[in-house]
């Protein structure tokens, strides 16, 4: 079953880490990062450590806040996020023309909620590859409760290097994930390899967009927040993650940053300003609350030390990600869909 409870989000908080360890985890994390005297190339260089912590962190906090699948969507008026989130999904399954029989591969894949929902729409057969142990569990246990055992599988593996052979998949998608490679041009080419000649793969990026500016003090702060925040060596441009397909061999189908006309903005449910019923748990009362949850249950010892800290760095991501969405210098859903050439 779906982990949503306080008690869920409390005993899964620190993933595969040894409880008395969590602590020591959380500040290990943090110091890789700018807001605590980090730099790009120690995040870079250890980035499945970095990547790891994290997710072994916060995946209980995703999972109690956000549902099954880490992502954000495009969103129409009068669409629940929940409905958007899906529609979402939908959107690249389309674009990748999935249909029944393929074999497809999901790069980054968090505990398979987009993996369970696609593969339904598509009744297509979907491998998710993912880095962190702990997601995987999560990923099995949710797989088998759905009844896709079967169709679905996990591997634990690096994107950097996947143990996959050249051209083994018919498709290929990645959602929010690529951007924790430490080497675009390395990742995407890697994605090249183990897709069939002729056959496309699709992604929705986080890019900062072209009204980023590197000089600008306030704009580099949102960055280092959201780097913190969601365990991210560095936020590439759009420029960057084009040019990075281009110089993986890929053909570039369709290029677009969807955000520029979602109705409603990505960010709306994490702005503290917003109050919402259906996603009553992201917005500020709910946050709070949760936040003076945990600092309770890791008070009386149902969570483990650590616990409070961690749901400050993410507090800290939400900042970001709403003040970079609102002066519209970052964007979560840079969408592409490219072919490898026959
Ligand atoms: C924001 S989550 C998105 C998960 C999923 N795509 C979703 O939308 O629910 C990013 C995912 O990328 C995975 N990831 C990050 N770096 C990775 C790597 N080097 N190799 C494999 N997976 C990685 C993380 O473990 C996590 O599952």
Avoid at 103 to 110: A, E, P, T, W, Y
């Amino acid at each position: 079953m779906s982990k949503t409870g306080a008690l869920d989000l409390a005993s899964g908080l620190g993933g595969k880490i040894k409880k008395q360890e969590v602590q020591s985890a959380v500040e290990q994390y943090e110091k890789y990062h700018v807001y605590h005297g980090g730099d790009e190339e120690s995040r870079k260089t250890n980035y499945s450590d970095m990547v790891n912590k994290y997710y072994d962190l916060a995946t209980s906090f995703y999972e109690f806040g956000w549902g099954e699948s880490f992502h954000f969507a495009h969103r129409w008026q009068g669409e629940s996020l929940r409905e958007s989130i899906k529609r979402h999904e939908h959107f690249l399954a389309l674009q990748l023309g999935l249909k029944a029989g393929m074999k497809v591969l999901d790069v980054g894949c968090g505990i398979g909620g987009p993996l369970r929902e696609i593969a339904r729409f598509s009744s297509t057969s979907i491998t998710g590859l993912n880095n962190n142990e702990y997601q995987i569990s999560r990923g099995e246990e949710l797989n088998r409760i759905a009844g896709l055992s079967q169709t679905c599988n996990f591997v634990k593996a690096d994107f950097m290097k996947m143990p996959f052979s050249d051209g083994t998949f018919d498709a290929i998608y990645a959602i929010e994930a690529t951007c924790h490679a430490p080497d675009a041009v390395g990742c995407y080419k890697e994605i090249y390899r183990v897709l069939k000649p002729g056959q496309c793969f699709a992604a929705y990026e986080w890019c900062m967009t072209k009204h980023y500016d590197p000089k600008n003090q306030e704009h580099q702060k949102l960055k280092a927040e959201i780097e913190l925040g969601n365990g991210l060596p560095d936020v590439r441009s759009t420029d960057q993650c084009l040019e990075a397909l281009k110089l993986a061999g890929f053909e570039v189908v369709m290029e677009k940053d969807l955000s520029l006309d979602s109705p409603v903005p990505w960010y709306l449910p994490l702005d503290t300003s917003v109050f919402s019923i259906t996603s009553f748990r992201l917005t500020s009362f709910g946050r709070l609350v949760t936040k003076t949850m945990v600092k309770t249950l890791e008070f009386v010892g149902l969570a483990p030390a650590g616990s409070d800290r961690v749901s400050a760095f993410l507090e800290k991501a939400a900042e970001g990600l709403v003040n970079g969405g609102k002066k519209e210098i970052f964007t979560p859903m840079y969408f592409f869909l490219v072919r490898k050439p026959l």
